[in-house]
């Protein structure tokens, strides 16, 4: 869905017809603003402000703001908060023992296998 391939084309034509709550995939429209704004001169000729430049942008800005009045309908839920809320029961120590479980290194000279050294 999400593709360069003629500038957003299906993912355009999927928003357009969107109804109800969406999240807006910003490289988008970031992508549309600096095609207005590298494409574009600010000033005009005439030493005077380029309004068309201004209205294209006004127009991305307001595509953008209307993502912000449609709300989601979700309902809480509790296991869900109150997981997210509790502290973590994993110190760094054993989050870092279970990684390595998961994933053992493959090359341990060149990195150290103690939790906070920096390794890059």
């Given at each position: 869905?999400?593709?360069v391939a003629?500038?957003?084309r299906k993912l355009?034509?999927?928003?357009?017809?969107?109804?109800?709550s969406?999240?807006?995939?910003?490289?988008?429209?970031?992508?549309?603003?600096?095609?207005?704004?590298?494409?574009?001169?600010?000033?005009?000729?005439?030493?005077?402000?380029?309004?068309?430049?201004?209205?294209?942008?006004?127009?991305?800005?307001?595509?953008?703001?209307?993502?912000?009045?449609?709300r989601?309908?979700?309902?809480?839920?509790?296991?869900?908060?109150?997981y997210?809320?509790?502290?973590?029961?994993?110190?760094?120590?054993?989050?870092?023992?279970?990684?390595?479980?998961?994933?053992p290194?493959t090359?341990?000279?060149?990195?150290?296998?103690?939790?906070?050294?920096?390794?890059l």
């Amino acid at each position: 869905m999400v593709t360069v391939a003629n500038n957003y084309r299906k993912l355009r034509e999927l928003v357009s017809s969107a109804v109800g709550s969406a999240i807006p995939y910003l490289g988008m429209y970031m992508g549309d603003l600096t095609s207005i704004e590298e494409g574009n001169a600010t000033v005009t000729e005439d030493d005077l402000y380029n309004v068309e430049k201004l209205e294209m942008v006004a127009k991305i800005v307001l595509s953008i703001e209307q993502f912000k009045a449609q709300r989601f309908a979700l309902a809480p839920q509790p296991l869900l908060q109150h997981y997210l809320r509790s502290p973590s029961a994993e110190h760094e120590d054993g989050l870092f023992a279970m990684s390595l479980a998961r994933e053992p290194r493959t090359n341990k000279s060149s990195i150290s296998s103690s939790p906070g050294t920096n390794h890059l």
